[in-house]
């Protein structure tokens, strides 16, 4: 079985795990441990980051790498125009969507849960116990500007991702006003690679991710509740609705040991 080690809310993870959906493909999950998971990743496959495909003894690092092997190892149901315009406009949007969709809206999410108290208390657990939700509720809004700052997200940072991804968002609602996809009327890469990278934005509603049901539905304020993108999100639903397998129970394997991934 395949095995595609990841972080749950990586947009990049969000989608590759559209893809082998689509591809009606069998994976397991196996979350990284942020730190020393990422290290022993790295001793395996001399990569950190996530996602990473696991396929019999060969490993896939890179969303776009492991989406060109998908197509070429499991060719049903493809993902890449035969057509060379639409297979090139296709790659275009896909490398589009991973450049600003996939950076930008990491920015605004961050500045989204620090700003808003109560967006940070429904993404924790449903098993946090309630002393623990008071405090995270009740970190000043001020360390995380801090914390901000360290990572380079700072205000006008912030503010300038905001401003693309009011952009992008306007651009994808305007070419989706008269057509089912983004390259009309059969889906391919670069539809599943905008909404997998849009999770951000605004959770999907549905169970789709392992996500507290108080945050499923929410998103960035001025983006997720803005009715002019309305359509964009509409569309983006169809697509979880028509291709993402929901959640059955939890579908990631964790391992035995909780600071390190599993691989046999």
């Known amino acids: 079985m395949l095995e595609l080690y990841q972080f749950e809310l990586s947009q990049y993870s969000e989608k590759v795990r559209f893809i082998l959906d689509y591809k009606g493909l069998e994976y397991r999950k196996i979350e990284v441990t942020p730190g020393v998971g990422q290290m022993e990743l790295f001793r395996l496959t001399g990569q950190r980051q996530v996602p990473v495909l696991r396929d019999g003894n060969r490993y896939i690092a890179d969303s776009t790498e492991i989406a060109k092997y998908i197509e070429e190892q499991y060719p049903e149901r493809p993902l890449i125009p035969k057509d060379s315009k639409l297979r090139g406009v296709c790659l275009m949007i896909e490398e589009w969507a991973d ?14 849960v620090s700003q808003d108290q109560n967006f940070r208390k429904s993404l924790l657990p449903t098993s946090t116990p309630d002393v623990f939700k008071t ?3 009740g970190v000043p809004n001020d360390i995380f500007k801090v914390l901000g700052f360290g990572v380079g997200y700072s205000p006008d940072v912030v503010s300038s991702a905001m401003r693309d991804l009011h952009q992008d968002l306007e651009a994808l609602t305007l070419i989706l006003a008269d057509s089912r996809y983004l390259l009309g009327n059969e889906p391919s890469l670069a539809d599943f690679a905008v909404a997998g990278l849009s999770i951000l ?3 999907p509603e549905g169970p789709y991710l392992e996500l507290p049901e108080s945050a499923k539905g929410k998103g960035v304020p001025g983006l997720a509740d803005n009715p002019i993108y309305d359509t964009f999100f509409t569309w983006r639903d169809r697509l ?3 291709f993402r397998k929901p959640l059955v129970g939890s579908t990631i394997n964790t391992g035995s040991a909780p600071t390190s991934i599993q691989i046999d």
């Open 99 to 112: 450049e600003s969709i996939g950076a930008k809206s990491r920015k605004a999410f961050f500045s989204a």
């Open 201 to 203: 934005l605004k959770f």
């Open 240 to 242: 979880y609705q028509d």
């Open 135 to 137: 405090l995270v509720e």
